[in-house]
């Protein structure tokens, strides 16, 4: 039983194994690797169609940074994907697969047109303070419905959150072409809202308090997720709900709240993009700000202040696309492929990063 | 009998290891299967012998030892390879596809048959083969309409189909009822008298003494004995199982047991498929005595931890921790009432493996002061109590920064050890605190609940190590299928008695 045969040639070959531990260099390597990526298959399109890369990046460069108005109008963007992306990074925290915030950003417009065309004679600083909650309530209702359904009884939360975002899509649409219609207007949008509708204007330029009140959030989600016994609580259902039930956190309330959270952010994102820079609601008042807001929080590794960044960097890209547009012929749409590739990079990476190589020893 | 004695050796196994990491899940392992026998391996969850199963299967790849399959030298890469020396198994859960027919999900895993001519002999097949072991099955019937019986059956045909000659079972009767396990073991005992060998693992004695001809025994994975069926009986099987081997003696004065503490009263609960996992339970823990519940695993232990801590469903009873009703409350409730846990898996129902140290030494007290105040947590006195808590449990630890991930799983349960007695407790609670651990973290285990004890704590320690029992509880309740068989004092009881009523023998106690 004991004789173990020490004389056999020990070889070593390379092996796939798991890791349990991340590290947050190689995170932050995967995600620089998914942009290149993303860049790269971009070029490749680019060149494909005939147009110089190094060119139409340059147009798109300087659409998003080039002047000072640039600038702004990127900062513009990227702050409801901002919204988006806090909405994600709190759902994903808590493993909790929230899809829906292309819907409860809707949800959230909705909430700010219904307010400001219901209440339009309150005074402004009566009045904005009303929008903020009611988006974010729009929101944090919209997302409710699914964190109930997946809290109480199981359903998985992507299917009803993307569903969801089709029926809101609809409902407004609907709403949109039936009561809310501007009557000067042979396009589905509502009236301009009264003056006191809108979000006070900062440095006397297009910029609105949206921006203070997103970076405020930044602030607000981290201190939630760390500095709270609820964001513990949120953060450990995502880690461990097994280890959470067995230590007395109600995983059924908790998984609720995370998506009434994340439904609000995502609510307020689109009250924002109303009240700061539309005054109206317009049947593409999101273009697609839910979904690239997934990105936003991935490509930010789940953390508010990464997401700022990843935010401007969508928003520059977005942004810039129209002078790329204008220059060089290449049509806007190959942003939404970029973002696609860094997208399918991302998870890739996402998975990958989960192992590791090792040398291990192997008899023969 | 003799028909065994005869036939030829078909697989050998020999020295075979195992690791996974520092954990050895199989130590020299040697075995042998003949012709048309049908050979159990026997033991607790975790004593290696579904690891083993794998090596055979190519699942896992061993790290030292040979075997052979009909003499020859074989070396598996995957699952894919094992079919081609005729080796299958069934696993404890199917790999059906529920959307397709019976017929189908056979012909998809069985190489080279064209689909469409393959259906139709393949469903003849299938009709000839369960008439032939007596099963009622239609080839062109959905997987998801077949009750779990015949779904097993289909796996079996897969094996048949794919010309398997050694069949393993991995815990085939766990989701079966009484009377489709009768049905698999005619199926098992009619496939033998056509050659096959079967290699049935499981760790239910009633089902190793009516099916098998042969048993081998795992224990912490180590082969602990090899025996023929005929010549042995339930309790040496028990004793083999769970083991006698030479532990540490804890050192241990003798104490008058104090107040009660814990009472439970006729407490009954059941399982998700309706089975009653527990059956009118009475138990009393008191203070300066650790109440040790023996059983072989999955007669209701962890119902019974579960129950108590408010996560496994209540059907009839009562709780009472000192002297509070805490039937159906809430988990967070009944822990804060001075109620310290202890999982029986540390990994999973123990730690949040991806939080620090620190993080996880406050899991369950996050909105109590000191370590909330406001609506904030107070960093600095989570890491402090860290701090004390790494010190005095000797948690090696880089700090209390470090992700608990890196942890030793000896240090693991330190940690757990220093969570749960650190808070202001009158009992506690562990369920198999020292499975998988190595001897010097049992040690230290085993210590701790005897100070706790010392110090006027009631303790309950459910286990499924009779040594760990005899050397740490002061008296002994065990349990099988959920229900309480007896209750004694340690040292007014034997091995013998407690092993008896593991295996559920009432009569005949010495």
């Known amino acids: ?364 | 009998m003799s028909a065994i004695q005869d036939s030829s050796v078909v697989l050998e196994v020999s020295n075979l290891n195992k690791c996974f990491g520092n954990f050895v899940a199989n130590d020299q392992i040697n075995f042998n299967l003949t012709a048309g026998e049908i050979h159990c391996l026997l033991g607790e969850n975790g004593a290696g012998k579904s690891t083993f199963a794998k090596c055979l299967y190519g699942a896992y790849h061993q790290d030292t030892g040979t075997v052979k399959v009909n003499g020859f030298d074989v070396k598996f890469n995957s699952p894919r390879d094992a079919i081609h020396h005729g080796i299958g198994m069934v696993h404890q859960h199917f790999v059906l596809v529920p959307t397709m027919t019976v017929v189908e999900n056979i012909v998809v895993g069985v190489e080279k048959s064209g689909i469409s001519t393959g259906i139709k002999d393949a469903a003849k097949k299938v009709v000839a083969l369960s008439e032939k072991f007596g099963v009622e099955l239609d080839p062109h019937a959905l997987v998801a309409n077949l009750a779990v019986g015949q779904q097993q059956w289909v796996e079996i045909l897969k094996a048949l189909f794919s010309g398997v000659e050694i069949l393993i079972l991995d815990e085939p009767t766990a989701a079966l009822t009484p009377q489709e396990s009768e049905q698999l073991f005619s199926i098992i005992k009619k496939m033998t008298m056509d050659g096959t060998s079967v290699i049935f693992i499981t760790h239910k004695l009633n089902e190793v003494m009516q099916v098998s001809d042969r048993i081998t025994i795992f224990r912490k994975g180590k082969k602990v004995g090899s025996v023929k069926t005929s010549t042995t009986n339930k309790i040496e099987l028990a004793t083999l199982m769970v083991g006698r081997g030479v532990h540490f003696e804890v050192e241990k004065e003798t104490l008058e047991p104090g107040t009660l503490v814990m009472e439970i009263r006729d407490l009954s609960a059941s399982s998700k498929d309706k089975r009653e996992s527990l059956k009118s339970i009475n138990l009393s823990i008191y203070q300066n005595e650790i109440l040790g519940i023996a059983g072989v695993g999955g007669n209701g232990q962890s119902e019974l931890f579960d129950a108590i801590i408010g996560i496994h469903p209540i059907s009839g009873g009562n709780i009472y921790l000192n002297g509070d009703e805490i039937t159906r409350l809430k988990t967070a409730k009944i822990l804060g009432k001075g109620l310290a846990s202890i999982p029986s898996d540390r990994m999973t129902q123990g730690l949040l493996l991806e939080f620090t140290v620190a993080e996880n030494l406050i899991l369950g007290s996050q909105w109590v002061s000191p370590f909330k105040s406001g609506i904030l947590l107070k960093e600095k006195e989570i890491i402090k109590n860290a701090e004390n808590l790494i010190k005095e449990y000797e948690i090696a630890t880089s700090g209390p920064e470090q992700v608990a991930a890196r942890l030793s799983g000896g240090n693991l349960q330190k940690l757990i050890l220093a969570r749960e007695l650190s808070r202001d407790i009158t009992c506690v609670m562990a369920n198999c605190p020292t499975r998988g651990l190595d001897v010097g973290a049992i040690e230290y285990v085993h210590q701790r609940l005897v100070e706790l004890r010392d110090q006027g704590i009631g303790v309950m320690l459910i286990s499924e190590d009779l040594d760990e029992i005899f050397n740490v509880a002061d008296r002994i309740a065990v349990i099988y299928q959920g229900k309480i068989m007896g209750e004694f004092k340690t040292n007014q009881t034997s091995r013998e008695q407690i092993g008896l009523l593991m295996a559920g023998v009432t009569e005949g106690i010495k």
Do not use: C
């Not at chain 1, 292309?102 to 959230?108: K, N, P």
């Not at chain 1, 924002?272 to 109206?280: K, M, N, P, Q, Y």
């Open chain 1, 1 to 364: 039983m004991t004789s173990m045969n020490n004389e056999q040639v020990i070889k070593t070959k390379l092996k796939i194994v798991k890791q349990e531990i991340r590290n947050p260099w190689i995170d932050l390597l995967a995600v620089l690797v998914a942009l290149v990526a993303g860049l790269l298959v971009g070029a490749v399109v680019i060149v494909s169609s005939g147009t110089d890369a190094t060119e139409a990046y340059g147009a798109l460069y300087e659409g998003a940074f080039g002047t000072p108005k640039a600038v702004m109008q990127t900062i513009l963007q990227a702050t409801p994907l901002l919204f988006t992306g806090l909405a994600a990074v709190v759902a994903f925290r808590g493993k909790i697969w929230n899809i829906g915030g292309e819907g409860q950003f809707l949800a959230g417009a909705m909430m700010t047109t219904w307010v400001s065309i219901k209440l339009a004679n309150l005074p402004q600083p009566i009045l904005v303070p009303i929008i903020i909650l009611a988006a974010m309530t729009g929101g944090a209702v919209w997302a409710g419905i699914a964190g109930y359904l997946r809290a109480k009884f199981r359903v998985n939360e992507i299917i009803v959150t993307v569903m969801l975002n089709y029926i809101i899509e609809f409902i407004m649409s609907y709403i949109l072409q039936n009561h809310w219609t501007d009557p000067k207007s042979s396009y589905p949008q509502s009236i301009s809202f009264a003056p006191t509708t809108y979000f006070p204007s900062l440095f006397d330029s297009k910029l609105h308090i949206g921006l203070i009140l997103v970076l405020v959030m930044v602030l607000l989600v981290y201190l939630l997720l760390w500095k709270t016994p609820i964001g513990y609580e949120i953060r450990a259902i995502g880690v461990n709900p097994v280890a959470a039930k067995f230590k007395g956190i109600n995983v059924t309330r908790t998984i609720l709240l995370t998506m009434l959270v994340s439904g609000a952010l995502a609510g307020l994102g689109g009250g924002t993009e109303i009240a700061g820079v539309h005054h109206r609601l317009r049947l593409d008042i999101s273009a697609g700000y839910g979904f690239t807001g997934i990105l936003v929080a991935m490509m930010g590794q789940l953390n508010p202040f990464g997401a700022i960044v990843a935010a401007v960097f969508f928003g520059a890209l977005i942004n810039g696309s129209y002078l790329m547009q204008i220059k060089s012929q290449v049509p806007v749409a190959l942003v939404h492929s970029i973002q696609g590739v860094i997208l399918f990079f991302l998870v890739i990476a996402f998975v990958v990063r989960q192992y590791r190589i090792r040398k291990v020893q192997i008899d023969e």
